[in-house]
């Protein structure tokens, strides 16, 4: 989190920190809030029906696979035959920032309209601790909301399938828990600063959907458009001009935090995926194919194969989290 | 004290604060403090004093300046010059310590409309770092100074203005403040309320010392429990002082008598009661208001009034004038105001009453 000066106040020793009671608070509203509940069901069916549709699916990979070592994250990764729903991480992938918008859209914008700001900053707090608190008071509750998910589908595949996970595979699972958690503070950070920004609720609510919507939905289909534009292909081009194409617009969906999480989470969940990207020249193609079969990385090879994406993906939520803390501490307490 | 004195240049204060003893012992003072949005002046140059143990009334239109002015004694805006000392501290540069000890009544208050009032009090009292056992108590004792108790576990939601009024002043007093800034207390609170709550706070002058500063812009209910007012117009403070040393100061420099006179009974026919209240010398004019059935004398200059009333009732004596009551009418403020807040218009002048 960004980093405060602020003096060292002797008054307070003893005391629980502002910033903390402010979380507490704000925590309790959300567990009893009707978006907790709806956003638990969501993501609780989002959950369950892939998983009861592709559980025959696992069960015969699982007993085909001598020493049945990736079974327990095909959980997470199986998408079923028989209904349109992609698989959990890219489901998480794209419910995620709704997750996070939703916990954070009306965080101060609301203390604003119910003239609760006034007096909630003539309390002996910083005014600083009122952001951090409600930044770690959505971070718990998303965290909350993504344990209880992760463990419904593990102990689904334990009870049901008879799928142990092995340590490896629990620590790639915890990797990606940890990346998801990142992954929703960026959006919970960005709702925030729509928070600070925008004076209506609704309309910071409108706005985070929308963005939400061009990232999740239209994503993909403007980064073709651009890279298309950019560089324009024949229909009987060569296969460079077509590998340069898709170098091109590898690069172009990069820009997205979407494009991160997702080609992170396969590299964090998939031991046998080897590289973050498809390969953009014939040389590395050939490679590729070559690998391709039979080719496991251990964990720490995953790690760091994903850090530039973490990396990324922490500065975004950096930048956010400190446009909206310096936007608020420079507003003017009345509206 | 009483005498008017013409524009005081705050050359005074602004050598040397801590000499003064006045001004050392004052829990708000502040020196030119000015405060601009862009081209806006909000607060110009004020120089502002309130004493211990006193309510000082910041009377203004709304838009004059007073709720900055607050927001500046509390440390929740920053000055654009000038300074500010509350409690001996200057807030913008030690908020906490100046938010730990003063309690704040925000202008049209608001809470957290899902929890209860009890529950909103104690997310105050946890703010505050009250211990819990502390806190239970003084909840309840705050909720029973506004008498709130038989509503404080029903969610705020259901709150009329006026009981979240109330419920702003309880959350105001739970940290048992040494100074209250009340914002706007009495605004749509009905006029029992008012009384109860205007009680209220001379009990927490008497009983705890605790200084008051409040704004209103309802200048006729505040009049009757503040020691003395400030008339704020246009950022600026054009007059300080007791209502009395308003009146003469911006009044039109009459004293107003109500002189109540029994009705003649047959034979006991006393002497007119006009004629003989005219007869009195300095009584500009005499008026019958039949709706109150009294006389109503205005006298010339103000401060002979004493001097009259005592001729009245001479008279009385003398002429046998049947005379039930006699009563020296307070002047209003808001007549005060708008005389103050026209003349500043005209001449455009600071000036400051009394000492």
């Known amino acids: ?335 | 004290m009483t005498d008017v004195a013409p524009a005081r240049p705050s050359r005074r204060r602004r050598s040397s604060p801590v000499a003064d003893p006045v001004a050392a012992s004052a829990p708000i003072r502040t020196r030119a403090l000015t405060k601009r949005y862009g081209d806006i002046v909000a607060v110009d140059a004020l120089d502002l004093e309130v004493r211990a143990g006193e309510i000082f009334g910041l009377l203004g239109q709304n838009g004059a300046g007073k709720t900055t002015t607050i927001l500046m004694l509390l440390g929740l805006t920053e000055p654009s010059g000038g300074a500010a000392r509350v409690i001996g501290l200057d807030p913008a540069r030690r908020p906490l310590e100046v938010k730990r000890r003063v309690g704040y009544l925000p202008d049209s208050v608001g809470f957290y409309g899902d929890l209860t009032g009890r529950e909103n009090l104690r997310y105050t009292a946890r703010l505050n770092g009250l211990t819990n056992e502390e806190t239970e108590g003084q909840i309840e004792h705050v909720l029973e100074q506004v008498g709130l108790v038989g509503r404080a576990d029903t969610a705020t939601d259901t709150y009329s203005r006026g009981m979240l009024q109330r419920l702003g002043i309880a959350d105001a007093l739970l940290k048992s403040p040494d100074v209250l800034i009340l914002d706007e207390p009495t605004t749509s609170i009905d006029p029992i309320g008012v009384v109860e709550i205007l009680d209220l706070l001379r009990t927490l002058v008497r009983e705890r010392g605790t200084t008051i500063l409040l704004s209103s812009h309802l200048l006729s209910q505040v009049q009757s429990v503040c020691d003395r007012v400030g008339i704020f117009a246009a950022g600026r403070l054009i007059g300080v002082g007791t209502v009395a040393e308003l009146a003469e100061r911006f009044g039109d420099g009459a004293a107003h008598l109500e002189v109540t006179v029994a009705a003649d009974e047959g034979d006991a026919v006393g002497p007119d009661p006009e004629a003989a209240l005219r007869a009195i010398e300095h009584v500009e004019s005499v008026s019958w208001d039949p709706a109150a059935a009294v006389w109503r004398a205005s006298v010339r200059p103000a401060s002979e009034s004493g001097r009259v009333r005592e001729a009245i009732l001479r008279a009385a004596v003398e002429q046998g004038l049947r005379l039930t009551s006699l009563r020296a009418i307070a002047p209003s403020l808001d007549e005060i105001y708008r005389i103050a807040v026209a003349g500043m218009s005209r001449s455009g002048f600071t000036t400051e009453v009394g000492s």
Request: with cysteine; proline share 4%; hydrophobic share 60%.
């Open chain 1, 1 to 335: 989190m960004t980093a405060d000066a602020r003096p060292a106040s002797p008054g307070l020793a003893g005391r629980d920190a502002g910033w903390l009671v402010v979380a507490r608070k704000e925590f309790a509203d959300h567990l009893s809030s009707a978006r907790f509940v709806v956003l638990m069901l969501v993501l609780g069916v989002a959950a369950i029906v892939p998983l009861y549709f592709a559980s025959d699916a696992i069960r015969s990979v699982a007993s085909q696979v001598v020493d049945s070592r990736d079974a327990f994250l095909a959980l997470f990764l199986v998408s079923p035959k028989e209904v349109p729903i992609p698989n959990v991480f890219n489901f998480v992938g794209i419910v995620a920032p709704l997750l996070g918008v939703a916990f954070a859209f009306d965080a101060i914008n609301s203390e604003r309209t119910d003239g609760t700001l006034p007096r909630l900053l003539s309390q002996p707090i910083y005014r600083d601790d009122v952001v951090n608190g409600k930044f770690a008071a959505g971070l718990a509750a998303i965290t909350l909301v993504l344990l209880v998910v992760v463990g419904v589908i593990s102990g689904f595949g334990i009870v049901r399938l008879g799928i142990v996970p092995s340590a490896d595979e629990v620590v790639r699972l915890l990797a990606w828990v940890v990346l998801t958690i990142l992954w929703v503070s960026l959006w919970l950070a960005f709702g925030l600063l729509l928070s600070v920004l925008v004076r209506r609720a609704a309309t910071a609510a409108l706005i985070g959907f929308g963005v939400w919507l061009l990232v999740a939905i239209f994503g993909q289909l403007i980064v073709s458009l651009v890279a298309g534009i950019l560089a324009p292909v024949a229909s009987a081009g060569s296969i460079e001009q077509a590998l340069s194409l898709t170098a091109l617009s590898t690069a172009i969906a990069r820009i997205l935090p979407l494009t991160l999480y997702q080609e992170a989470s396969a590299v964090l969940l998939n031991p046998s995926v080897t590289t973050v990207s498809t390969p953009t020249t014939i040389g590395q193609w050939q490679q590729w194919q070559q690998q391709a079969q039979g080719q496991v990385m251990s964990f720490d090879q995953s790690a760091l194969l994903v850090w530039p994406h973490v990396i990324a993906l922490f500065a975004m939520t950096a930048i956010c989290f400190a446009a909206a803390y310096v936007w608020f501490m420079r507003q003017e307490v009345r509206a």
